[in-house]
Every structure is written in structure tokens, then in C-alpha cells.
């Protein structure tokens, strides 16, 4: 896989999961809190759209940066990528660890997706070699 590919995959797998985010926003926010009061309700909005608005940012920002014509470039947007994705599964792991005693619980599945898929393609373009 070229890593214009990848950039490309891992960037429109952001974008899916700020959609996704979007949608449980609009559409499903009080059948997962349950009885949260509306204050609760408004923190919990106020924090996952600047999450979703980042997911989606950070999508476009890896596919039209996956023009970039030098390779060395895209193996540097790879390694960010990486480390992103480092600093989020270490939240992950964190919050499913702790679920029901610091946080509420771990993260749902299409973020596990996001979160385990992402790391692989990047690995995987890192240390591909040219034959």
C-alpha cells in the first residue's frame, strides 16, 4: 500500500469518527447519559463536538496532505499520526482500566477501530521498504 494510501485511510477513518460523534450528538446523547441533568448534558455536548470537529479536521488534514509529492514528508505525517494515536490508546486503555471506579467507562467500538487500525497502517507505512 502507497502511503498517499494510507494517509488517505487513516484520515477518512477521523473523519468517520467525528461523524459518528456528530450523529450521537444529534441523535442519541439522552439514551446514553439516561437521567443526566441538562447541565450534565450540555458539558457532555460542549466537549464531544470540539473532539468531533478535531477528528474531522485532523481527516482533511491528513488526506489533502497526502499530495505531498517527498517521501520523507509523508513518513513524518505517519510518525505524527502515530503518535497521536499513541497518546489516544494510552487514554483508552486508561478509561477502560478504570471503568466504574475514576471514569465511567472505555470508549465505544468504533473508536477501538479508529484507535487499532490507524497505529497498524502507520506501522505498516513506516517500515515498508521499496522493492
Do not use: Q
Request: charged share 15%; with cysteine; hydrophobic share 55%.
Amino acid at each position: 500500500m502507497k502511503l498517499k494510501n494510507i494517509l488517505k485511510t487513516t484520515g477518512g477513518l477521523h473523519i468517520l469518527l467525528g461523524l459518528l460523534i456528530i450523529f450521537l450528538l444529534i441523535f442519541s446523547v439522552e439514551t446514553i447519559a439516561g437521567n443526566a441533568s441538562s447541565e450534565t448534558l450540555l458539558l457532555v455536548r460542549g466537549t464531544a463536538d470540539v473532539v468531533a470537529a478535531s477528528n474531522l479536521g485532523i481527516g482533511f488534514l491528513l488526506i489533502i496532505s497526502s499530495s505531498i509529492k517527498d517521501k520523507k514528508s509523508l513518513k513524518k505525517l505517519l510518525s505524527v499520526e502515530l503518535a497521536l494515536m499513541a497518546c489516544l490508546l494510552a487514554v483508552a486503555l486508561f478509561n477502560t482500566f478504570n471503568a466504574g471506579t475514576i471514569v465511567d467507562g472505555g470508549p465505544p467500538t468504533p473508536f477501538w477501530v479508529v484507535l487499532i487500525v490507524n497505529p497498524i497502517l502507520c506501522i505498516y507505512g513506516l517500515v515498508k521498504r521499496k522493492k
